[in-house]
């Protein structure tokens, strides 16, 4: 089988659970044997990204990479909906000389943009597929800016949607939003995200006194760490936890005490992951969200999960392993602390090895790639069958 890789990049060569989620498709496709024309670019030099060193020798062999440049545009409201579509315009120039042999196409966002208009029109190509991840224009938006980049967002979103024959999501709120676009719910496949088995920890035996907590993600006005930074800066007793932050956050917003520690950036994954497993709690306050990395990342290294109940996130947090909470309400993130404060160690410990065991039951990157083409191929064979 051949898969056509629609993209706006791949990790590492592009940050962002978008790019990590397009990367391990890409190479848990590749170890199943499937045949990937990958289409990406890089927005910032730091990585060769023609060596393609995130893939194994093997993997490559059946990998053709296709590097497309980025287009440049100004600040202008709306440039990213402008220069998504420039680069749609591009992927389908590429794509029409070297894969319109493909068996079925993955388009992630808006790098299919231009191919949809053409199969419109009469272009004869294989089953399209597409992926937006979080659908954060349809979900709360913190403030008037943010608001107006969803607004603009909106009608582009929904026509990639209407006119490609099925649409991946994540599930739970993901899956409402989608429908309500009109959608119908045979045209939804829905599939987790997911973890590498080198994520996954042994079982946890032990809570820290004080407890730890973590919050792992870059400073974005929707993540909600302006209302955790202001339940911090009053709290009566900091003494009770260590707080600590994986990101890069600006030193004059961190909130000052013994208690908190900032890492910054932080690019190795064995840091990453020393970090978490050292640690209680995630919490991930955020306005709006797809199926977070983080989340998934965190409950693989057994911790407790304090999550908004935005995008995906209830298919991954329950009161089995963690609490939900209402976005943008800062009263429930501090409940929400003091429970974990307040916990007895037993409990606790359980459900930090819930979040293990629920990993463990849906959430790895083998058994998902194994059900998403169980599921193309299917398509694909119906859609020989009636041409």
């Avoid at 992927?91 to 079925?104: G, I, P, Q, T």
């Avoid at 900091?238 to 030193?251: A, C, K, Q, V």
């Avoid at 090895?353 to 959430?363: D, L, P, T, V």
Wanted: with cysteine.
């Amino acid at each position: 089988m051949k898969i056509a890789l629609l993209t706006d990049g791949i990790y590492p060569y592009v940050m962002g659970g978008m790019q990590r989620h397009s990367f391990y498709l890409c190479k848990y496709f590749l170890q199943r044997g499937v045949e990937v024309d990958l289409y990406h670019t890089q927005w910032e030099v730091s990585e060769d990204i023609e060596a393609l060193s995130a893939f194994t020798e093997e993997e490559k062999i059946k990998l053709r990479s296709f590097v497309i440049p980025w287009p440049q545009s100004s600040g202008l409201p709306g440039h990213y909906v402008r220069a998504s579509y420039a680069y749609s315009c591009k992927v389908y120039k590429e794509f029409k000389m070297r894969s319109l042999d493909a068996d079925f196409i993955y388009i992630k966002g808006f790098a299919g943009w231009k191919l949809l208009e053409e199969k419109r029109k009469g272009l004869k190509i294989a089953p399209c597929g597409i992926k937006f991840h979080g659908y954060e224009m349809y979900q709360l938006a913190p403030n008037w800016k943010v608001k107006l980049q969803h607004y603009l967002l909106r009608k582009p979103v929904k026509w990639n949607n209407m006119h490609a024959e099925y649409i991946f999501s994540y599930g739970g709120g993901i899956s409402e939003i989608i429908e309500n676009l009109g959608i119908e719910r045979e045209r939804i496949l829905e599939f987790p995200s997911g973890v590498e088995e080198s994520w996954v920890a042994e079982k946890r035996t032990f809570v820290s006194t004080p407890r730890r907590f973590v919050f792992l993600g870059r400073y974005e006005r929707r993540k909600g760490i302006e209302e955790l930074f202001s339940v911090l800066n009053n709290f009566s007793d900091t003494s009770r936890f260590e707080f600590h932050f994986i990101g890069p956050i600006p030193d004059h917003l961190q909130p000052k005490g013994d208690a908190f520690v900032f890492h910054g950036k932080v690019f190795d994954n064995q840091k990453i992951k020393e970090i978490l497993q050292s640690s209680d709690a995630l919490i991930c306050p955020s306005y709006s969200e797809g199926m977070p990395n983080v989340i998934l990342e965190a409950m693989a290294s057994g911790l407790y999960i304090i999550g908004t109940d935005v995008g995906a996130v209830s298919a991954m947090v329950s009161e089995e392993n963690g609490k939900l909470i209402p976005p943008a309400n800062e009263e429930e993130i501090k409940q929400a602390i003091e429970e974990v404060l307040e916990m007895d160690d037993k409990i606790l410990l359980q459900k930090k090895n819930n979040s293990i065991k629920k990993i463990k039951s849906g959430f790895m990157w083998p058994e998902i790639i194994k059900q998403t083409l169980n599921k193309i191929e299917k398509i694909s064979s119906n859609s020989l069958a009636v041409s």
